[in-house]
């Protein structure tokens, strides 16, 4: 694979930390949710930042996807991404689970649906299971 662009950010103090992109752009403070023994601090954690990161390049993929078919999809079109961890049943370690909610008005379901949608080749070090869902406004189809 040609690599066409290489993202870099750094966190210090794990969950309960602060990350920071190389650019500066991007500079949150961590927190622990209370589901996972956290306080409720007010700032972010990894699993909301992975969901934001993951619907972002999922309707990127889907634009690119569906511009090879000649398919239109809206402008308001919208990704939803729940990401949920919890301890994997193997008891070695914590594990991921991905949903995806796919918003895409004026494009049919039958439409939609009508192949897989574009996959992650994430590490598999982190166990994912992508689940997309997808639902439509309205029953029209949306071709250029």
Same mark, same amino acid.
């Given at each position: 694979?040609?690599?066409?662009?290489?993202?870099q950010?750094?966190?210090?103090?794990?969950? =309960? *930390?602060?990350?920071?992109?190389?650019? %500066?752009? !991007?500079d949150?403070?961590?927190?622990?949710? #209370?589901?996972?023994?956290? /306080?409720?601090?007010?700032?972010?954690?990894?699993?909301?930042?992975?969901? =934001? *990161?993951?619907?972002?390049?999922?309707? %990127?993929? !889907?634009?690119?996807?569906?511009?090879?078919? #000649?398919?239109?999809?809206? /402008?308001?079109?919208?990704?939803?991404?729940?990401?949920?961890?919890?301890?994997?049943?193997?008891?070695?370690?914590?594990?991921?689970?991905?949903?995806?909610?796919?918003?895409?008005?004026?494009?049919?379901?039958?439409?939609?649906?009508?192949?897989?949608?574009?996959?992650?080749?994430?590490?598999?070090?982190?166990?994912?299971?992508?689940?997309?869902?997808?639902?439509?406004?309205?029953p029209?189809?949306?071709?250029?």
């Amino acid at each position: 694979m040609a690599i066409l662009y290489t993202a870099q950010a750094s966190a210090t103090g794990g969950r =309960a *930390g602060r990350a920071v992109s190389d650019n %500066g752009v !991007l500079d949150v403070t961590l927190t622990v949710p #209370k589901e996972l023994g956290g /306080d409720g601090a007010t700032g972010t954690n990894p699993e909301q930042m992975f969901a =934001a *990161g993951y619907s972002a390049c999922f309707l %990127g993929a !889907l634009k690119f996807v569906a511009g090879k078919e #000649k398919v239109k999809i809206p /402008d308001d079109a919208k990704i939803t991404t729940r990401v949920g961890i919890g301890p994997r049943e193997d008891g070695t370690g914590f594990g991921i689970e991905v949903a995806i909610t796919a918003d895409l008005p004026g494009i049919e379901r039958a439409l939609a649906s009508w192949s897989p949608p574009p996959t992650s080749s994430a590490p598999t070090a982190t166990p994912c299971a992508p689940r997309p869902r997808f639902r439509s406004r309205l029953p029209e189809v949306g071709r250029q």
